[in-house]
């Protein structure tokens, strides 16, 4: 499938869903990365009137959210701004944190984002776009309830390379399309440094099944356990 083709039917994907579901429009969290960039401009065209991005710092480098507001302002994006800095330390204090892993601590994150973005969706009665890719949903590299707890997931059967080349199309800062791709859990995270594995070499192992030794291991390693993410909770059959 040609890239324009490709665009056409996402655009349509995303308004037949939200048609479905009796909403208006889309709302969907906007980081300064590519593939929430990507989510951003499908929901634009598909509801040019009904589509509101939120950028959400969370003591976060403030350098996401400028390029989040770049890439709005240059996509004609209605969008809010929802500092979550101050209810993160809030949280965290509440909880006594002292003893708590890093990444226990850092996916609160993603789930404050979560319940702002749906706070939103409420008031406007609009669908939360997700921005999860299929090299992520395949790997469970996503907060469970988090950016995991979404509507729906317009580029979920995308490889990053092909989010990529679309991002090029749909006229993507290309600031944003360089950039390490990073889900700004804390300072200097970086996808493929959590993953161990390149993109590149996620991507050619899920279409063909083929790379070292080490990326079969890790790929296979991350789709068993993360199994759990990728279903609705279980429920005994009696």
């Not at 997700?130 to 490889?159: A, Q």
């Not at 006229?171 to 993953?195: C, K, M, N, S, Y």
């Not at 199994?227 to 909770?233: A, D, F, L, T, V």
């Amino acid at each position: 499938m040609d890239l324009l083709q490709m665009k056409g039917q996402l655009v349509a994907w995303i308004q037949e869903k939200v048609s479905a579901a009796g909403a208006d429009g889309t709302v969907i969290g906007i980081s300064g990365g590519i593939d929430s960039a990507v989510v951003a401009a499908l929901c634009q065209l598909a509801f040019p009137d009904n589509n509101l991005g939120v950028i959400m710092p969370c003591q976060s480098d403030p350098a996401d959210a400028g390029l989040a507001r770049e890439l709005a302002e240059s996509l004609g994006i209605k969008f809010v701004e929802t500092d979550l800095s101050t209810t993160y330390q809030t949280l965290l204090a509440a909880l006594n944190t002292d003893d708590t892993t890093r990444l226990a601590k850092a996916n609160i994150k993603p789930r404050l984002r979560m319940t702002t973005l749906y706070y939103y969706a409420a008031r406007h009665n609009y669908l939360v776009a997700g921005t999860g890719n299929r090299s992520e949903i395949f790997t469970g590299y996503f907060t469970k309830y988090g950016d995991g707890g979404v509507d729906m997931e317009p580029i979920g059967g995308l490889l990053k390379s092909q989010v990529r080349d679309l991002a090029k199309l749909l006229g993507v800062p290309e600031r944003i399309i360089t950039r390490p791709p990073t889900a700004g859990l804390w300072e200097g995270q970086t996808d493929e440094d959590e993953l161990e594995i390149s993109y590149e070499q996620l991507d050619k192992y899920i279409i063909s099944g083929e790379g070292s030794d080490k990326v079969k291991e890790v790929t296979r390693r991350l789709h068993q356990s993360s199994e759990h993410k990728r279903h609705m909770p279980p429920v005994p059959e009696f």
